[in-house]
C-alpha cells in the first residue's frame, strides 16, 4: 500500500521560496502508471491543485501558480519536491503531496506551511 | 478553469440515514469525475473514481452516480466514521479542480 509523507519547514518569511519533499513508500515514483502531484487547502478555504510530475520529468501546473512554481523529481530517494518562490502571506496552508490515477488516488496527511516574518 | 460547485456546503444527518451530496461541473467532464473523504488531521481518502468506481477497500455503503455535468455520492447507513468534509474532483482537464466541500455532521 503506497503512502506518502510530506517534509519541510513550517515556517517561511514572506518573499522568500517554500520547499517542501513528498517521500514516497510503497510505491515507485518512476512506475509509468502515475503522476506525483501537490494540492494545498488554505485555512478555512477549498483545496487548490498545484501541480504533478511524471516519470519522464514532464510536469503540469496551475496556471494561476505557473510562474512560481517547479516540481521536481529525486528518483533515487523515490522523492518529489515542490518549491514557491516569492511567497506572501497567500501561501499558508496545508500541503499535500499526492499519487495522481483517475484523480487524486492517494494522498499524504498534509503540513502546515505558514508565511510570516 | 472547470468550475466544480457542491450542494449542500454542510449537512446534519443522525447515524443510520442516508445522505446525497451533489457536484455540478461548468462544463462537461465525461466521467473524470473522483469523490474524496477529509477528517482533521487525517490523510484525505479517494472513495471513488470514474464517477462510479470504488476505490479499493471501499465500503459499498459509498456510491456515485452521473455523467457530463452532474454527479452525486449516496452514502447509506451513516456511521460515526462516516461525519467527514466530502469533496468532488474532476480530473477531465488542467487543472484538476475541485468542488468547495461539504461538512456531514452529526445531528
Known amino acids: 500500500q503506497v503512502q506518502l509523507q510530506e517534509s519541510g519547514p513550517g515556517l517561511v518569511k514572506p518573499s522568500q521560496t517554500l520547499s517542501l519533499t513528498c517521500t514516497v513508500s510503497?510505491?515507485?515514483?518512476?512506475?509509468?502508471?502515475?503522476?506525483w502531484g501537490w494540492i494545498r487547502q488554505p485555512a478555512g478555504k477549498g483545496l487548490e491543485w498545484i501541480g504533478r510530475?511524471?516519470?519522464?520529468?514532464?510536469?503540469n501546473y496551475n496556471p494561476s501558480l505557473k510562474s512560481r512554481v517547479t516540481i521536481l523529481a529525486d528518483k533515487s530517494k523515490n522523492q518529489f519536491s515542490l518549491q514557491l518562490i516569492s511567497v506572501t502571506a497567500a501561501d499558508t496552508a496545508v500541503y499535500y503531496c499526492?499519487?495522481?490515477?483517475?484523480?487524486?488516488?492517494?494522498w499524504g496527511q498534509g503540513t502546515l506551511v505558514t508565511v510570516s516574518s | 478553469d472547470i468550475q466544480m460547485t457542491q450542494s449542500p456546503s454542510s449537512l446534519s444527518a443522525s447515524v443510520g440515514d442516508r445522505v446525497t451530496i451533489t457536484c455540478r461541473a461548468s462544463q462537461g467532464i465525461s466521467n473524470y469525475l473522483a469523490w474524496i473523504q477529509m477528517k482533521p488531521g487525517k490523510a484525505p481518502k479517494s472513495l471513488i473514481y470514474s464517477a462510479s468506481s470504488l476505490q479499493s477497500g471501499v465500503p459499498s455503503k459509498f456510491s456515485g452516480s452521473g455523467s457530463g455535468t452532474e454527479f452525486t455520492l449516496t452514502i447509506n447507513s451513516l456511521q460515526p466514521e462516516d461525519f467527514a468534509t466530502y469533496y468532488c474532483q474532476q480530473y477531465n482537464s488542467y487543472p484538476l479542480t475541485f468542488g468547495g466541500g461539504t461538512k456531514v455532521e452529526i445531528k
Open positions: 499526492a499519487r495522481e490515477n483517475h484523480g487524486s488516488d492517494s
Open positions: 510503497g510505491d515507485s515514483i518512476s512506475s509509468s502508471t502515475y503522476y
Open positions: 510530475i511524471y516519470t519522464s520529468g514532464s510536469t
